[in-house]
């Protein structure tokens, strides 16, 4: 209970700080001539950040180039802070779904030195390899965000 001497207390606005970076947008371009190009976009607060990759078409080289421009629009948000490194990905068959799966290895900076991600890619392996380093690096990127 208020006492008549007590002063009402006022709302303070909560600051929110954005934890994570926001997949904004993938974007596949093939060639007639057989070359591929992936744009990754990542947003955080109002900056959008943007990686590419493009090579040779092949379906284990398509996936790779979508996990490449994951992790360059990452390192370009990071803005050198921490580097990564695509070891690996693979996209298996599990239990009648289409999985694509990253290793990273992070190069500087604290936490772990290699991270596995995952992601269900039924519709688009391309676009999941891109994801599957999301959910790979999102922790390293989060404690980076929040330890600025």
Same mark, same amino acid.
């Given at each position: 209970m208020d006492s008549p001497t007590s002063e009402p207390q006022r709302e303070v606005p909560l600051v929110v700080q954005q934890e994570r970076?926001?997949? @904004? #947008?993938?974007? !596949?371009?093939?060639?007639?001539s057989g070359r591929v190009s992936c744009k990754v976009s !990542? =947003? %955080?607060? #109002?900056?959008?950040h943007a990686g590419s990759a493009s090579g040779t078409s092949s379906p284990a080289g398509d996936t790779r180039? &979508? =996990? #490449?421009?994951?992790l360059q629009a990452i390192e370009s948000f990071l803005n050198? =802070? !921490?580097k990564f490194e695509l070891i690996g990905v693979k996209a298996v068959?599990?239990? *009648?779904?289409?999985v694509v799966? +990253?290793? +990273?290895?992070?190069?500087g900076g604290s936490g772990p030195d290699k991270m596995? &991600?995952? %992601? !269900?890619? *039924? *519709? *688009? @392996? +391309?676009? &999941?390899a891109a994801f599957a380093v999301l959910n790979a690096?999102?922790?390293? +990127?989060?404690a980076h965000i929040l330890n600025r």
């Open positions: 970076l926001k997949f @904004q #947008e993938f974007v !596949l371009q093939r060639t007639p !990542l =947003a %955080y607060g #109002e900056d959008v180039l &979508g =996990a #490449e421009a994951a050198g =802070a !921490l068959r599990a239990f *009648d779904s289409n799966i +990253v290793s +990273v290895r992070q190069h596995l &991600g995952c %992601y !269900l890619a *039924d *519709d *688009d @392996q +391309v676009r &999941g690096t999102n922790r390293t +990127v989060t």
